[in-house]
């Protein structure tokens, strides 16, 4: 097994630390001071455009674009294992996965479309977000089930003849915020629960600006909106699409959600570690500049202790993160699931436990807007949730260790 850090990535590497230093992480705070100034917070004022698609330019020009695409012939030919590496720096900013073309939910949805969409799919829908032109957005839970249990999912989809007609609601609906999400891909069910309860649910490509589509608010984390992303509540009513526009074949939701969310999984969390380091440089810098009863921070209580945990957690999530790249790189997603569930508690865990020390390193500072460490922190709060909560990745990792002791299921 080598985790380590191949000659054909090295460069890659490299060249997107510089860009994230030298270019994006500049940019970032100005960026995100811009939002709200149109009086819509979910619209992008002129300045806002020109840094972000500036730095996609530049990115684009420097070939550093679309390196999510692992098993791609459209793509670097990456191993896991290689692009974690990227997907940590990119994690150091706000804006840094978007400038590459490697940020959530798109990255998930092109897959989807590349591997299970039809022809007119990938010309309407992929090459467009290949492209960086348009966003796209996931929507699976739901606010009237218990969501963590995603055979709840009740928003019914009823074939009308030509057409499927969709009515219900979804929130959490990430990304949908923004004024360039174009299409949902959406979960819903088609069969009855008469159905093998794995086999009662589709997914389906709806236009964001399909009739019956309503916007009802975007849904706060920590009282932050999340402006411009978004997670949107968003409501159906009578929404109308062609049966064209199902994928793969009814019944075949958790076959397709499975092949995306992986991956997904694996990218988050290298990207929570990518906030972990950029917490612990801040931390280290302050606890050095600044002085207190005549010591500087860093020489003051247990802050020596404090940083070294901070370091030893972060390599160690780090590895198991690799570790579970590595074994999707295997390519048995069996026998891949349950690292990827130990990674996905302990990585958004590891960072949330260094982004506190490094606020509380900064005093009342920390918690202002004024280093971007709240936001940090609340952004990765959402990944205990997303892509499932601790306790259902809890629930898998012990149900494998389990099975080592006996014949039954647990």
């Avoid at 009513?237 to 092949?259: K, N, W, Y």
């Avoid at 906030?275 to 802050?303: D, I, P, T, V, Y």
């Avoid at 945990?309 to 295997?330: G, P, S, T, Y």
Wanted: include cysteine.
């Amino acid at each position: 097994m080598d985790l380590g850090i191949s000659d054909k990535v090295r460069p890659l590497i490299e060249q997107v630390k510089k860009m994230v230093t030298d270019k994006i992480a500049p940019l970032d705070e100005e960026f995100h001071a811009e939002v709200g100034k149109t009086g819509n917070r979910f619209e992008y004022t002129a300045r806002m455009t020109e840094i972000l698609e500036g730095l996609k330019a530049d990115a684009k020009a420097q070939r550093l674009w679309n390196f999510w695409l692992t098993d791609s012939k459209r793509g670097y030919g990456l191993t896991t294992v290689e692009y974690a590496y990227l997907a940590e720096e990119m994690g150091k900013t706000r804006l840094g996965a978007e400038v590459f073309n490697c940020s959530a939910p798109d990255t998930g949805n092109m897959e989807v479309l590349e591997r299970y969409g039809t022809d007119d799919h990938r010309t309407r829908w992929l090459k467009p977000l290949l492209a960086g032109e348009i966003r796209s957005a996931y929507l699976m839970t739901e606010p009237d089930v218990a969501s963590s249990d995603a055979t709840n999912m009740a928003m019914p989809c009823v074939r009308d003849g030509d057409e499927y007609i969709l009515n219900g609601e979804k929130w959490w609906a990430s990304g949908a915020g923004d004024p360039r999400c174009a299409i949902y891909i959406v979960m819903v069910k088609t069969g009855t629960d008469a159905d093998a309860k794995h086999q009662r649910h589709s997914m389906v490509l709806v236009p964001a600006n399909s009739g019956g589509v309503e916007v009802l608010r975007p849904m706060e984390v920590y009282g932050h909106d999340d402006a411009p992303h978004g997670h949107m509540h968003i409501r159906f009513t009578d929404v109308r699409i062609p049966i064209s526009d199902l994928l793969l074949g009814e019944g075949r939701g958790f076959e397709i959600s499975q092949g995306r969310l992986g991956p997904g999984r694996i990218h988050h969390c290298m990207r929570a570690i990518g906030h972990a380091e950029a917490a612990l440089e801040m931390m280290c810098k302050r606890s050095l500049e600044r002085e207190a009863f005549g010591k500087k921070l860093a020489q003051l209580g247990a802050n020596y202790d404090i940083i070294a945990e901070c370091r030893m957690e972060i390599e160690q999530v780090r590895l198991l993160c690799l570790k579970a790249a590595w074994m999707m790189d295997q390519g048995d997603a069996r026998a891949a699931a349950p690292w990827i569930s130990q990674i996905k508690v302990a990585a958004p865990r590891l960072a949330l436990k260094v982004i506190d020390e490094a606020v509380q390193m900064h005093g009342a500072q920390g918690i202002s807007q004024d280093t971007g460490l709240a936001a940090s922190w609340a952004h990765v709060r959402t990944l205990r949730l997303a892509d499932g909560p601790d306790a259902v990745h809890r629930r898998q990792v012990a149900r494998v260790e389990l099975r080592k002791y006996t014949n039954e299921k647990v």
